[in-house]
């Protein structure tokens, strides 16, 4: 059923998790397992989308870029996933995504003003339940610039104020 791409990363039949397609391949939220224990889900493209950018998604594979205010269910871009192609967002486990300022190590984090982002400034119902910063902002990723290690546990947004200060353990 799968193999490993030259990059390390799972493949699901010979399709990478850090690439798009332009025809869809697999079922909405279809999810699978990379070799390191994280887990995708698939779903649709949108507009200008880059890899590391979040995302809020529906339970038919509908995807729209995180901004403030936000409510659903969250995930973080596996690669480039232009509007009308579909791909793999990542849902749980270590991973690397953009930010847009700067987020210290174990940060809670929160919707970002630019859309698709995240940072550790909290914003009253902004909170991204399930996901902290592993680290500080780094370059090491250079295909996500300003960017950091987190962990997900199935993260997702309320847009409730009082959501802010709920446990961020996955």
């Not at 859309?115 to 991204?128: F, N, W």
């Not at 680290?135 to 546990?153: C, E």
Request: one cysteine or more; charged letters at 15%.
């Amino acid at each position: 059923m799968a193999s490993f791409s030259a990059q390390g990363i799972i493949a699901v039949h010979g399709t990478p998790l850090d690439t798009g397609d332009t025809a869809q391949r697999y079922p909405f939220n279809t999810r699978v397992f990379d070799i390191n224990g994280a887990e995708w889900i698939y779903l649709k493209g949108i507009t200008s989308l880059v890899k590391g950018d979040w995302v809020t998604f529906d339970e038919v594979g509908v995807t729209a870029r995180l901004v403030a205010n936000a409510v659903g269910d969250v995930g973080v871009a596996g690669a480039a996933i232009a509007n009308g192609d579909f791909g793999w967002y990542q849902i749980y486990g270590n991973c690397t995504f953009a930010t847009s300022g700067d987020v210290a190590d174990a940060g809670l984090l929160y919707a970002h003003a630019t859309a698709g982002s995240v940072d550790d400034v909290a914003v009253a119902g902004d909170r991204i339940q399930h996901a902290m910063a592993h680290s500080a902002d780094d370059t090491s990723d250079t295909a996500v610039v300003g960017s950091i290690s987190a962990w997900l546990g199935y993260p997702y947004t309320t847009n409730v104020a009082g959501d802010d200060t709920a446990s961020s353990a996955p």
